[in-house]
Nanobody, 125 residues
Framework: QLQLVESGGGLVQPGGSLRLSCAAS????????IGWFRQAPGKEREGVSC????????NYADSVKGRFTISRDNAKNTVYLQMNSLKPEDTAVYYC??????????????????WGQGTQVTVSS
């Protein structure tokens, strides 16, 4: 069974950068498209980005396009989310999960209902 663990969050000033990591175990991550999601206090969880199994297709929420970049290193069984030009509204707990694939393109819809602990990102001066 695929298990994913998020890391790399922290406190950063507006305009700063962070790189999140999603480390897989239990199965090789290249079986799955992987997505990043986030949940801010009092809000529903939302999709941020996803990447296809081999990285050829990516998808981003409008709110992060041009600022965030998703990538994967299947040899390291890890998916990354590089976050630049961070804004206070990016503050949330970030999660990764296996996501749905349609015609080799990822969709920001989780395959299962299990979530890890996530990693907290706080953007504040």
């Amino acid at each position: 069974q695929l298990q994913l663990v998020e890391s790399g969050g922290g406190l950063v000033q507006p305009g700063g950068s962070l790189r999140l990591s999603c480390a897989a175990s239990g199965q090789t991550v290249d079986y799955y498209a992987i997505g990043w999601f986030r949940q801010a206090p009092g809000k529903e969880r939302e999709g941020v980005s996803c990447i296809s199994r081999r990285g050829g297709s990516t998808n981003y929420a409008d709110s992060v396009k041009g600022r965030f970049t998703i990538s994967r290193d299947n040899a390291k069984n890890t998916v990354y989310l590089q976050m630049n030009s961070l804004k206070p509204e990016d503050t949330a707990v970030y999660y990764c999960a296996a996501v749905v694939t349609v015609q080799a393109k990822c969709i920001m819809m989780p395959l299962g209902g299990n979530w890890g602990q996530g990693t907290q990102v706080t953007v504040s001066s």
